[in-house]
Antibody, heavy 120, light 113 residues
Framework: EVQLLESGGVLVQSGGSLRLSCAAS????????MSWVRQTPGKGLEWVSA????????DYADSVKGRFTISRDNSNNTLFLQMNSLRAEDTALYYC?????????????WGRGTLVTVSS | DIVMTQSPDSLAVSLGERATINCKSS????????????LAWYQQKPGQAPKLLIY???TRESGVPDRFSGSGSGTDFTLTISSLQTEDVAVYYC?????????FGQGTKVEIK
């Protein structure tokens, strides 16, 4: 059974930094594109970032480009999201998701999310 | 960015009746190379993460009941629940997987009348 367990979400001040982790199990992690998606009551679901299976290709939403960095450790089946220069509008529930192999960009399995709150 | 717009924002349907949700994209999501529409549907129940229902506009994910069906092409798509059950109360989202950034519709809340 695929399991994705996010952690690292806390209350942080505007301008601060945070690192989210997602521990994956139940599938061959190194074979899949992985993504981060966030959800706020006001803006709904927003795709944040994705990383290819090997970890050498990344993509970001314009809203986080230059501030967030996605990475992965295929030896330890873990996905990360380094979040810098945090803003109030980054407040959201952050989900880790496993993509379908084909076609890409489809979020087949989701974790339960970790809550990030940025205080201004 | 491709903008996804769903309608209606909410709907109430009697048990056993049909529910229809529409999704319109600002740009065609049809890949001419394989003639497939890059459109997915997700279901989110209260307090839970979204769950993939359909991709390529009409391909049901494994384990999804066949009362859920997707249709449409180009820029206009529909999710149909043929006979609404109590467990189908949820918010439904469309998402294009044609281009990055992957974008979602604003969601449609389905309730029991």
């Amino acid at each position: 059974e695929v399991q994705l367990l996010e952690s690292g979400g806390v209350l942080v001040q505007s301008g601060g930094s945070l690192r989210l982790s997602c521990a994956a199990s139940g599938f061959t992690f190194k074979n899949y594109v992985m993504s981060w998606v966030r959800q706020t009551p006001g803006k709904g679901l927003e795709w944040v970032s994705a990383i290819n299976a090997g970890g050498d290709g990344t993509d970001y939403a314009d809203s986080v480009k230059g501030r967030f960095t996605i990475s992965r450790d295929n030896s330890n089946n873990t996905l990360f999201l380094q979040m810098n220069s945090l803003r109030a509008e980054d407040t959201a529930l952050y989900y880790c998701a496993k993509d379908l192999i084909v076609p890409p960009g489809i979020l087949q399995h989701w974790g339960r999310g970790t809550l990030v709150t940025v205080s201004s | 960015d491709i903008v996804m717009t769903q309608s209606p924002d909410s709907l109430a349907v009697s048990l056993g009746e049909r529910a229809t949700i529409n999704c319109k994209s600002s740009h065609s999501v049809l890949y001419s190379s394989n003639n497939k529409n890059n459109l997915a549907w997700y279901q989110q129940k209260p307090g839970q993460a979204p769950k993939l229902l359909i991709y390529w506009a009409s391909t049901r994910e494994s384990g999804v009941p066949d009362r859920f069906s997707g249709s449409g092409s180009g820029t206009d798509f529909t999710l149909t629940i043929s006979s609404l059950q109590t467990e189908d109360v949820a918010v439904y989202y469309c998402q294009q997987h044609y281009d990055t950034p992957r974008t979602f519709g604003q969601g449609t809340k389905v309730e029991i009348k």
